[in-house]
């Protein structure tokens, strides 16, 4: 009977300490996702991220910011070829106008977090955006990469690829950034 009785106390026992340890890591996941949810409102409460002089560079990977602090040259100098006499009737070649945060050209009126899946050094989100500006409501998902890097960045744009013909945010912002380079060869 006290061999049993020991039994069930220490049955008890690891059951507590497995509760606990559940409980503490939901708790854990929880601040992840309340984290990523804080950093992807941060990125899309405006639309066109790109042009929001508000929004911290701190959000983003040091890779995603270098591309877009390239581009951001890459527009100035594009501007810089223009006689200043011309400026204002002509657009530079190399610019962004539009929304390049997400795969609709127009852009985005709303969105929503439609699903997050978080990895040990990477998570995955979905976002499901709307732009319903035009006769015809556009509705379509596309997947952010989020990265640990001295804390919660993002660092990827995946396009929906029926919206676009570009695959993801980078992609986008190394070509443009190279084919500016190779117009001044």
């Known amino acids: 009977m006290q061999i049993v009785k020991q039994s069930l106390y220490l049955l ?18 929880n601040d992840e996702y309340e984290k990523i949810r804080n950093l992807i409102n941060e990125v899309y409460k405006t639309p066109y991220p790109y042009r929001n002089s508000k929004l911290k560079n701190d959000v983003f990977s040091e890779n995603l910011l270098s591309l877009i602090s390239e581009a ?66 556009e509705v379509w998902i596309d997947k952010l990469i989020v990265i640990k890097e001295n804390g919660l960045k993002l660092d990827n744009v995946i396009y929906n690829k029926d919206k676009t013909g570009v695959k993801d945010l980078k992609s986008f912002l190394s070509s443009f950034n190279e084919e500016y380079y190779k117009s001044i060869k």
């Open 12 to 29: 008890f026992f690891c059951y507590l300490i497995i509760s606990c340890t559940t409980i503490i890591t939901n708790s854990n996941e």
């Open 72 to 137: 951001r040259v890459v527009e100035k100098k594009s501007s810089e070829r223009i006689p200043e006499s011309e400026r204002k009737n002509i657009k530079p070649i190399f610019l962004i106008e539009s929304e390049i945060f997400a795969s609709l050209y127009e852009g985005y009126v709303s969105y929503s977090i439609t699903k997050i899946t978080i990895d040990k050094n990477k998570h995955l989100i979905e976002i499901k955006f709307i732009n319903d500006l035009n006769a015809t409501k």
